[in-house]
């Protein structure tokens, strides 16, 4: 049974920090493709930053320069280390896993076979 873990979340001052952490567990890590999505209240989830199996790296525009994606494949987790953070990042953040790797459309929650249960993140002004 796939599950996927996330911690790390709470409440930071605005231009604060944070750093997520997805720990995976039913699956061979290294294989999987491994993504952040995020959710505010009222609006739909959306794509974060990916790292895929490959190693290589996508962000969503509004967080580029800001956050950083990375795995340990060893401990079966992925993290996300968020810095400049603004009232805006405040939502719920999601880890997801696919197959997938190489060229494949990462922002598409479709694409993704397993999620998390999310930690909630709220920036405060």
């Known amino acids: 049974q796939v599950q996927l873990v996330e911690a790390g979340g709470g409440l930071v001052q605005a231009g604060g920090s944070l750093t997520l952490s997805c720990a995976a567990s039913?699956?061979?890590?290294?294989?999987?493709?491994m993504a952040w999505f995020r959710q505010a209240p009222g609006k739909e989830r959306e794509f974060v930053a990916v790292?895929?199996?490959?190693?290589?790296?996508d962000y969503a525009n509004s967080v580029k320069g800001r956050f950083t994606s990375s795995r340990d494949n060893a401990k079966n987790t992925v993290y996300l280390q968020m810095n400049n953070l603004k009232p805006e990042d405040t939502a719920v953040y999601y880890c997801?896993?696919?197959?997938?790797?190489?060229?494949?459309?990462?922002?598409?929650?479709?694409?993704?076979?397993?999620w998390g249960q999310g930690t909630q993140v709220t920036v405060s002004s």
């Open positions: 997801a896993g696919t197959i997938w790797g190489g060229i494949y459309d990462y922002t598409a929650r479709a694409n993704y076979n397993y």
């Open positions: 039913g699956l061979t890590f290294s294989r999987w493709s």
């Open positions: 790292v895929r199996k490959e190693g290589t790296r």
